[in-house]
């Protein structure tokens, strides 16, 4: 029997209908939240992702500053203006779209973004709350991931999860996630032996490598849950994961669409984070 389809359109869909509410309940309040987002250089895929986030802003009831500027921008001027922008009372959650011009230092850019307004979840704090289970941001895409998970129902304490991938913005911190929902976690990446031995074994597999074709139907258990985090064109064009969709869904009990699976759940999670960062600015525990 094909796999259910795990449709992340229609979750965000719900989702931000309390994200709506919860941003209509603050704007009474006299806070509006506010997300800025900042993009360097003309990147086509980057100027997608930061119109569809702004979109989503302005959707749901939050207010977007959207700031672009041409790849020459010096990492001191980007710098500067992230500096204005954390000073900024009326800006919430401050995200800078990636990848940035060769000139620039991401990770510098990240430490400077403060970390009341890292609503992306990527900074070494955020990293370290996620690490030690305390409270904080954590990264859109891993928090969509289990949100998708969460809708299928399956109960992950004591289940086998892979992750393929160990990114500092995906792999890791899906694997940290998982671990605190009490499953079993294996992470794979390009230096594993024999990788289909352990995906085999996966009741939940997650696959965030970035390459089309990585995971086969052969390499997936009969029954499993299959996210595919990837983006990636296949020979027509068109947008793909990193799973052979067709395959693998006549294997797996549920699987993630590219597009309209992980996507618009990671949008989601950011607007969840900077409605977040909006109720402790306003006083809220």
Known sequence: MPAQLIDGNAL????RVDLAASARGLAARGVTPALAVVLVGEDPASQVYVRNKVK?????GLRSVLEKYEAT????????????LNGDP????????????????????IAAISTAKDVDGYSTLSA??????????????????????ASTGINLRGKHAVVIGRSNTVGKPMALLLLQAH?????????????????????????????????????????????????NRD???????????????EVAAFISPVP??????????????????????????
Not at 73 to 79: H, M, N
């Open 128 to 149: 370290g709350e996620l690490m030690t289970g305390a409270a904080g941001f954590r990264p859109c895409t891993p928090a969509g991931c289990m949100a998708l998970i």
């Open 56 to 60: 989503a802003c302005e959707d749901n």
């Open 260 to 285: 309209g699976g992980v996507g618009p759940m990671t949008i989601t999670q950011l607007l969840a984070n900077t409605l977040e960062a909006a109720e402790h600015a306003a006083g809220a525990p």
């Open 183 to 231: 499953a079993t976690v294996t992470i794979c990446h390009s230096a594993s032996v024999d990788m289909a031995r352990h995906t085999r074994q996966a009741d939940v597999l997650v696959a965030a490598v970035g390459r089309r074709g990585t995971v086969t139907a052969d390499m997936v258990k009969p029954g499993a849950v299959v996210i595919d985090v990837g983006i």
């Open 73 to 84: 921008l010096s990492e001191a001027a980007l710098l500067e203006r992230i500096a204005a």
């Open 235 to 249: 020979d027509a064009g068109q947008l793909c994961g990193d799973v052979d969709f067709a395959g693998v869904a």
């Open 90 to 109: 009326m800006i919430h959650g401050i995200l800078v779209q990636m990848p940035l011009p060769p000139h620039i230092d991401p990770q510098r850019v």
């Open 12 to 15: 965000s869909r719900r989702l």
